[in-house]
C-alpha cells in the first residue's frame, strides 16, 4: 500500500508539472534569449548594405589600380561579395592590365614626346621626319 501511494503522489506531481508548464505564457518570450524580428531584420538589411558597399569600393580600387578591367565590375562586386578572401587572393595574383587613365590599345605618352621603335618604323615607312609624325600625332589627338 505504501508503494501504491508513493507512486500515485509521483505520478500527481509529474502531472501537476506538466500542467504548470502548459498554463506557461507563450506569448511572452524571455527578452533576455530573444529580439523581436523586426529589430533582427533591421540589421540584417543593414549589414547587407554595409557588406554591398564594402565590395564595390574594394572593386572600385581594383578597377582603378588597373587590376580589373571596368566591364568586368558586376563580376568582381558579386565574387567579392560571395567570397571576399578568394577575391583578394585573386587580386594579389593579377598584374596590373590597364594602367589608369590609359586607354585600351592606346600608346602611353612619354613626356619628352621621344618616338619608340614602332613609331621610328612608321615614320620610314611613311617617309615622315620624327618631327612632322610628331605634329601629326598631335594634330590627330585633339
Request: with cysteine; glycine share 8%.
Amino acid at each position: 500500500m505504501a508503494e501504491y501511494c508513493s507512486a500515485v503522489h509521483t505520478a500527481t506531481a509529474v502531472q501537476a508539472a506538466v500542467t504548470a508548464l502548459g498554463k506557461k505564457d507563450a506569448s511572452a518570450p524571455d527578452p533576455n534569449k530573444f529580439a523581436p524580428i523586426e529589430v533582427v531584420t533591421s540589421l540584417q538589411a543593414q549589414v547587407k548594405t554595409l557588406m554591398d558597399e564594402r565590395a564595390a569600393g574594394v572593386v572600385d580600387q581594383a578597377i582603378k589600380s588597373g587590376k580589373v578591367p571596368p566591364a568586368n565590375r558586376d563580376w568582381a562586386v558579386a565574387y567579392h561579395a560571395k567570397d571576399p578572401e578568394g577575391f583578394a587572393k585573386f587580386l594579389e595574383g593579377q598584374p596590373a592590365i590597364l594602367m589608369p587613365g590609359a586607354k585600351p590599345g592606346a600608346k602611353v605618352e612619354t613626356g619628352d614626346g621621344a618616338l619608340d621603335a614602332d613609331d621610328m618604323a612608321v615614320c620610314s615607312a611613311m617617309g615622315l621626319t620624327p618631327e612632322e609624325f610628331t605634329a601629326m600625332r598631335k594634330k590627330e589627338a585633339v
